[in-house]
T-cell receptor, first 111, second 113 residues
Framework: GQQLNQSPQSMFIQEGEDVSMNCTSSSIFNTWLWYKQDPGEGPVLLIALYKAGELTSNGRLTAQFGITRKDSFLNISASIPSDVGIYFCAGQQPGTYKYIFGTGTRLKVLA | EAGVVQSPRYKIIEKKQPVAFWCNPISGHNTLYWYLQNLGQGPELLIRYENEEAVDDSQLPKDRFSAERLKGVDSTLKIQPAELGDSAVYLC???????????FGPGTRLTVT
């Protein structure tokens, strides 16, 4: 099935570093969601974005709805070991209420 | 507030056997989704319900998969007969309504041997 492109696919970072990841598509979306998934668990909603250009924070996490409506960005500041996991974006197709998920970014933190 | 509940968490069956998964959404959430998640990939939609109506089942393999949400609350997803390629995690999610954010359950990990 269709999946959005997420970059990077995986990354190792030092504890305390800032992290940036993005999600891109050739189609426009009405809503962007960002999730974190730990092994053996379901995805947990981190941030929801509803308007182009919107910038929303949740603690150390900040996400932005791209101005073209074809992309979204997630930043994590001052990473800690519990940030380890897989981060997924999901975009909602206009007029369908259907979400398309990204391929995931695997974050690994070096203590 | 209780989250989305799924059972069982794990299931191992032999190929050609039937299997069923159950989901109880967050109270008051009218929209319910079933997703399939293969290893290393993002979730892919199987079916979406608005109350008891399946409004998008275009990606549900209807020759072996079926789903129901008879009273517009709990839902069951069934596979009969299961194939080796059905081994995956089956996720249920719910939403207050169309266009709103989705909340996922812990998933059911199915292994078909």
């Amino acid at each position: 099935g269709q999946q959005l492109n997420q970059s990077p696919q995986s990354m190792f970072i030092q504890e305390g570093e800032d992290v940036s990841m993005n999600c891109t598509s050739s189609s426009i979306f009405n809503t962007w969601l960002w999730y974190k998934q730990d092994p053996g668990e379901g995805p947990v909603l981190l941030i929801a974005l509803y308007k182009a250009g919107e910038l929303t924070s949740n603690g150390r996490l900040t996400a932005q709805f791209g101005i073209t409506r074809k992309d979204s960005f997630l930043n994590i500041s001052a990473s800690i070991p519990s940030d380890v996991g897989i981060y997924f974006c999901a975009g909602q197709q206009p007029g369908t209420y259907k979400y398309i998920f990204g391929t995931g970014t695997r974050l690994k933190v070096l203590a | 507030e209780a989250g989305v509940v799924q059972s069982p968490r794990y299931k191992i069956i032999e190929k050609k056997q039937p299997v069923a998964f159950w989901c109880n959404p967050i109270s008051g959430h009218n929209t319910l989704y079933w997703y399939l998640q293969n290893l290393g990939q993002g979730p892919e939609l199987l079916i979406r319900y608005e109350n008891e109506e399946a409004v998008d089942d275009s990606q549900l393999p209807k020759d072996r998969f079926s789903a129901e949400r008879l009273k517009g609350v709990d839902s069951t997803l069934k596979i009969q007969p299961a194939e080796l390629g059905d081994s995956a995690v089956y996720l249920c999610a719910s939403s207050p309504g169309q266009g709103n954010e989705q909340y996922f359950g812990p998933g059911t990990r199915l292994t078909v041997t």
